[in-house]
């Protein structure tokens, strides 16, 4: 089973729960998929400005941050 969304919201200057790799959508990877794919476990993603429609799979520990203005449908 999949999960549709899960955000973590934090202040900007927060800092990011001391992850292994720091991952930008769409940066780095186009999609949230993609970027979740690529990162290791412990990993932040962060999205981005923009509008995103994906059904998540998250399969490992992750750390995930939405900038403002970044929806996720």
């Not at 919201?9 to 790799?21: C, E, R, T, V």
């Not at 290791?40 to 939405?66: C, D, H, W």
């Amino acid at each position: 089973m999949g999960i549709s969304a899960i955000i973590v919201w934090s202040d900007l200057m927060a800092p990011f729960h001391g992850s292994l790799q720091v991952i930008q959508v769409p940066q780095d990877y186009k999609t949230i998929q993609e970027a979740i794919n690529a990162a290791v476990s412990g990993s932040t993603i962060v999205v981005n400005f923009g509008t995103y429609q994906e059904n998540l799979k998250i399969r490992k520990p992750l750390y995930l941050q939405a900038l403002p203005f970044a929806i996720l449908e």
